[in-house]
């Protein structure tokens, strides 16, 4: 079935530090893919999305290629602030059957000023 | 926009008891999702609803969980009766097509005791 698979955390860095999340995915044909973010006490709101091979979704500074020849759209920052402190989550909508978003197992990121 | 309203934010009850968590999509959304968050087993896709119709609940967990959805405006999750290990944050979602994200709601942290 489908899935995704991102690097675990926490992810602790300083201020300014460049930001990498990796994330993976299993699913057939082209999936739309996404990255939300989850704030304390909050509900999972979207960071950003790309829905077909080589898109590029950008928010915030924040930016992820949708990769179809390595299955992959990882999470990208150049210069993080202590305000992006929160739990990212990559997840996949498949683009044939039921509308079942598959979210990976978050990855926490503290930045430290 | 009011965005996914959930209104109660923390529900505690007692085993055996029945429990009901509430709620209102936004507005124009065609697709209604319930998932649990729990730390063990992180995102979990209960059911979700398209123009207020049941079409997956395969992840429901077990008989004592039901939904519904009598109107556009508003759902349901019942249940009942209720055990500890039903404790998780119950998240509401809406949406409107598969390459669209998902709106959340701030969730209901339940607890049962």
């Known amino acids: 079935g489908d899935s995704v698979t991102q690097m675990e955390g926490p992810v602790t860095l300083s201020e300014e530090a460049f930001l990498t999340i990796n994330c993976t995915y299993t699913?057939?044909?082209?999936?739309?893919l996404f990255w939300y973010v989850q704030y304390p006490g909050e509900g999972l709101q979207l960071l950003l999305k790309?829905?077909?091979?080589?898109d590029k979704g950008s928010n915030k500074g924040f930016e992820a290629t949708y990769r179809k020849e390595t299955t992959s759209f990882h999470l990208e920052k150049g210069s993080v602030q202590v305000s992006d402190s929160a739990v990212y989550f990559c997840?996949?909508?498949?683009?044939?059957?039921?509308?079942?978003?598959?979210f990976g197992a978050g990855t926490r990121l503290f930045v430290k000023a | 926009d009011a965005g996914v309203i959930q209104s109660t934010r923390h529900e505690v009850t007692e085993m055996g008891q029945e429990v009901t968590l509430r709620c209102k999509p936004i507005?124009?959304?065609?697709?209604l999702f319930w998932y649990r968050q729990t730390m063990m087993r992180g995102l979990e896709l209960l059911i979700y609803?398209?123009?207020?119709?049941?079409?997956?609940d395969s992840g429901m967990p077990e008989d004592r969980f039901s939904a519904k959805m009598p109107n556009a405006s508003f759902s349901t999750l019942k249940i009942q009766p209720s055990e500890p290990r039903d404790s998780a944050v119950y998240f509401c979602?809406?949406?409107?097509?598969?390459?669209?994200?998902?709106?959340f709601g701030n969730g209901t942290r339940l607890t049962v005791t």
């Open positions: 979602a809406s949406s409107t097509n598969r390459d669209s994200p998902l709106h």
């Open positions: 699913a057939t044909g082209y999936p739309s």
């Open positions: 790309a829905t077909k091979a080589d």
């Open positions: 997840a996949l909508t498949p683009n044939t059957g039921g509308f079942k978003t598959i």
């Open positions: 507005s124009g959304h065609d697709y």
């Open positions: 609803f398209n123009n207020n119709v049941p079409i997956d």
